[in-house]
């Protein structure tokens, strides 16, 4: 597989976009998955993951959600 940037060989898959990238155009940053949700009516709690260091290509946009309260 190679790079979707460069055509080098590809290391690593971008955890947002899904792209194949190279050792130069791999960064790392912080996945969370998820949600949190609190009711203290009926005592419920959803929790989320977070991942540090996960695999991004420094090139797709990332955005966050709010859901809204």
């Not at 976009?17 to 609190?38: E, I, L, P």
Request: with cysteine; charged share 15%.
């Amino acid at each position: 597989m190679h790079c979707y940037y460069c055509d080098n060989e590809a290391k690593a898959i971008c955890r947002f976009c899904g792209a194949a990238v190279c050792s130069d155009h791999t960064k790392a940053g912080r996945f969370v998955s998820g949600w949190s949700s609190h009711s203290e009516l009926s005592g419920t709690r959803a929790d989320y993951v977070i991942v540090n260091n996960a695999i991004w290509c420094g090139r797709c946009s990332v955005q966050p959600v709010f859901a809204m309260r």
